[in-house]
Structures are given as C-alpha cells and as structure tokens.
C-alpha cells in the first residue's frame, strides 16, 4: 500500500494529485470535484503493462503503456484523439515527451526515494508547469512520472476544453 499526493503547476493554474496505491491498483482523482479526472489503473503483477482509465465512462481516456526496464512507453486515449507517452530514465531522473513532435511538452524529472520526494517541470521554461510530489518507497517512480505527465495532460484538456 502507498500513495502519491502533490500538485502539478502553483496555487493558481495547477492541479492536485491525490492516488492510492494497492495491491498495484492505483485509484484517486486529478483536480478538483468538477474539473478533473478519476484515476483507475493498475500495474500488472510483473511491473510490465499499466492499464485503465482516467476520467469517467463517458470524458475520459484509456491508458495502455508497457514498462521496459526505466523506459514508459504508452498510449492515452484513442487513436484519433490521444496522446504518446514516451519516458525514459533512471538514477533519479527522467526525461521524456507527452504527445507529439509539434504538438506535446517534456518532461523533466527528479526523485528521491530515501525522501519520497518527486520534483522537475513539464512543458517548457515559460509555458509549463513545476511539479511536486511526495510517493511512498512501494511505489514505483516510473509509474509517478507517469501521472505527472498525465496531471498536467488533464489541466491542458480541462482548461482549454472548458470541461
């Protein structure tokens, strides 16, 4: 059991993380009560496939990603309206790419597990976000990284959607 809890962007133009983790169930809520998204995932008992649902039934997207090693490679939502996420990484530090070449952000990342800190920035110097985050040591930092990048997805998708 564990959890990831912090907030993606400052105290105006962010959003919070909240995620239990069990049993590699990972259940919780991106955002607020009306803009924000479910989280309903889980993690193959192998550590190797991440599979679910953010959002509801009806506005949301499903997540396939496969894990290699300290290499994220997955799919949210479908294959018209979606998004690649591509991380990589390892010795406290992950880099990576949310979306497409002309239409996406990085991700630059940092954790500390004696602390349980999770810290960097997604997007870029002047439009992006920073993130903190604090993960318990049973969580995998690769699958926290994950849900950075897909907290801030959820920011960009609420805010410019108005949903």
Same mark, same amino acid.
């Given at each position: 059991?564990?959890?990831?809890?912090?907030?993606?962007?400052?105290?105006?133009?962010?959003?919070?993380?909240?995620?239990?983790?069990?049993?590699?169930?990972?259940?919780?809520?991106?955002?607020?009560?009306?803009?924000?998204?479910?989280?309903?995932?889980?993690?193959?008992?192998?550590?190797?496939?991440?599979?679910?649902?953010?959002g509801?039934?009806?506005?949301?997207?499903d997540?396939?990603?496969?894990?290699e090693?300290?290499?994220?490679?997955?799919?949210? +939502?479908?294959?018209?309206?979606?998004?690649?996420?591509?991380?990589?990484?390892?010795? +406290?530090?992950?880099?990576?790419?949310?979306g497409?070449?002309?239409?996406?952000?990085?991700l630059?990342?940092?954790?500390?597990?004696?602390?349980?800190?999770?810290?960097?920035?997604?997007?870029?110097d002047?439009?992006?976000?920073?993130?903190?985050?604090?993960?318990?040591?049973?969580? =995998? =930092?690769?699958?926290?990284?994950?849900l950075?990048?897909?907290?801030?997805n959820?920011?960009?998708?609420?805010?410019?959607? +108005?949903?």
């Amino acid at each position: 059991m564990g959890s990831i809890t912090g907030r993606v962007g400052g105290a105006i133009g962010g959003m919070d993380l909240v995620c239990e983790v069990s049993e590699g169930r990972y259940s919780g809520r991106i955002g607020g009560t009306f803009q924000g998204r479910d989280i309903r995932l889980e993690l193959s008992a192998d550590g190797r496939q991440l599979s679910g649902r953010v959002g509801g039934d009806l506005i949301g997207w499903d997540v396939q990603a496969s894990i290699e090693g300290n290499c994220l490679h997955g799919r949210v +939502g479908g294959d018209i309206l979606g998004w690649t996420a591509e991380i990589k990484g390892g010795a +406290g530090e992950f880099r990576g790419r949310w979306g497409g070449e002309v239409i996406g952000y990085d991700l630059r990342l940092y954790w500390d597990h004696a602390s349980g800190r999770f810290f960097g920035r997604i997007g870029g110097d002047t439009f992006g976000h920073n993130v903190e985050l604090r993960f318990d040591p049973d969580v =995998p =930092p690769l699958v926290v990284a994950f849900l950075a990048g897909m907290t801030y997805n959820v920011y960009r998708e609420t805010r410019s959607r +108005g949903n």
